[in-house]
């Protein structure tokens, strides 16, 4: 039921309140500056629900697990994604098109059903191997091509096997030798996409200037790849029993159609990047939190000592890895791979008391409701033992994790994201400690996903 928007007294409610800001830009320099800080520190003083004024837009930002219920859940018919505005194209559309991540109304909904099928969790667990293979073909490398004590970036070593893993469980073939390539192009791509959402002096997608002529030269290529992929496919009419046979295979329940060319376009750039960039960055989070508490790093040793004795995992083993998966879980809590959900208002409606207007735009901060401290015993310390048994048992608010989202968007991808996760800190934390160079910067950045800004420079060290 949507609330009503008249005070007992008569007169509307009022607007979320608003941080000082500069004359005609106000708040845009802190918040590109460092957007999780000033958001968190504007939460310190504002409370739950405030707004940030961008230029002359303002974006409403909600950071409490009842709002996140409300807007997810019980109110979602309210708040819509970005794109039912109409307008200008802007954000994650400019890349994942009418991908299941940004789609809307029905559509969203025939995609939603044919596509369900695809991430069961019995089609998920026979693509265990594909990920663990990917894992020992970059332990394979890293022992080829490093010395003990070598340095490495993480992050950038996480999206290479990700990259991996997605390119054979969705295409059956090897793409090793452009991981680099696709992994910094999508970074790329989605910083562009985030920028345009929340930079309004950014030069419209259409205006032809440097950055929008590069932006579309690597969205071509992106496509290219693509299509050129989808194209062989077809024409060998060769099954590999891959996410992209079930792509193509996957029909409508009323018109038994399939896809579209442009729609499977659209939910392969989709899997494709929310298949690599949220695991290869949960991984890389989860790695410097445990090289910051060793004594969680042994436990976890322990654990694989113990149930696994030295052999790679397969997928029977997950269960009993419960606290490899409390360290990955932890470690999403802390550095959630995305942080803030946007939403846009489809119709007048009030928010925490506050009257929310059709047209205006809000992001869900799951980074600060993580870290809320009223459903967090301290809040900042990682504590992976959240997650197991006696504490895992206490009832939590349904809104107050969500690393996946919430309601009937929650993403699609999470079983594949968690299984990923568990096979390969269990596959790396067997053979290497990593350890964080003494004096490199770490600093959480935004664009979609959130990433180590300067990657992430570790010492390998093996065990």
């Not at 004594?295 to 419960?322: C, H, I, K, M, Y």
């Not at 409606?349 to 059709?358: A, D, E, K, S, W």
Request: charged share 20%.
């Amino acid at each position: 039921m949507q609330p009503s928007l008249t005070l007992p007294g008569g007169g509307l409610p009022p607007r979320p309140p608003a941080p000082p800001g500069q004359f005609l830009i106000g708040n845009l320099l802190p918040f590109k500056r460092d957007m999780l800080g000033f958001l968190a520190n504007t939460r310190a003083e504002l409370g739950d629900v405030f707004r940030v004024r961008l230029g002359k837009r303002s974006l409403f930002i909600f950071s409490h697990p009842d709002v996140a219920e409300q807007v997810l859940i019980k109110e979602r018919d309210s708040f819509g994604k970005l794109a039912e505005l109409g307008g200008e194209v802007r954000g994650l559309p400019l890349v994942l098109g009418r991908g299941l991540v940004v789609n809307f109304g029905e559509s969203w909904k025939r995609q939603r059903q044919m596509m369900q099928p695809i991430f069961h969790k019995t089609q998920i667990a026979l693509m265990a191997t594909a990920m663990t293979d990917a894992g020992t073909r970059l332990l394979d490398r890293w022992q080829q091509r490093y010395a003990p004590s070598a340095q490495i970036d993480v992050a950038q070593e996480m999206m290479r096997v990700t990259v991996d893993i997605v390119s054979q469980t969705m295409f059956g073939s090897d793409l090793l030798d452009r991981t680099d390539e696709l992994g910094k192009s999508f970074t790329a791509l989605l910083r562009y996409a985030f920028a345009s959402f929340t930079n309004p002096l950014m030069p419209p997608p259409r205006w032809p200037t440097p950055g929008n002529r590069h932006f579309r030269r690597m969205l071509g290529q992106l496509d290219e790849m693509i299509y050129e992929v989808v194209d062989r496919r077809v024409q060998s009419r060769v099954l590999h029993g891959d996410l992209l046979d079930m792509l193509l295979a996957a029909r409508d329940d009323a018109s038994g159609e399939g896809m579209p060319i442009r729609q499977l376009r659209d939910e392969i750039a989709t899997i494709f990047g929310a298949g690599h960039e949220t695991t290869a960055n949960a991984l890389t989070w989860a790695f410097y939190l445990l090289s910051l508490h060793p004594d969680a790093a042994a436990r976890l040793r322990a654990e694989l000592a113990q149930v696994l004795g030295g052999r790679t995992p397969v997928f029977d083993d997950l269960a009993r890895l419960s606290y490899t998966r409390a360290v990955f879980e932890e470690s999403m809590r802390l550095y959630p791979p995305a942080p803030v959900l946007p939403r846009a208002v489809m119709r007048d409606t009030t928010v925490g008391g506050y009257l929310m207007r059709h047209g205006d735009r809000t992001m869900t901060n799951v980074h600060l409701i993580h870290r809320h401290p009223a459903y967090w015993e301290a809040p900042e310390r990682f504590d992976p033992a959240r997650f197991l048994p006696p504490q895992s048992d206490v009832a939590r608010h349904r809104c107050a994790y969500l690393p996946f989202g919430a309601g009937p968007r929650v993403c699609i991808g999470n079983h594949f994201a968690m299984m990923e996760g568990q096979l390969l800190l269990a596959q790396i934390l067997q053979r290497y400690r990593l350890t964080l160079v003494p004096g490199h910067p770490v600093e959480a950045e935004v664009a979609v996903t959130m990433r180590p800004r300067h990657g992430m420079r570790m010492t390998l060290q093996p065990v």
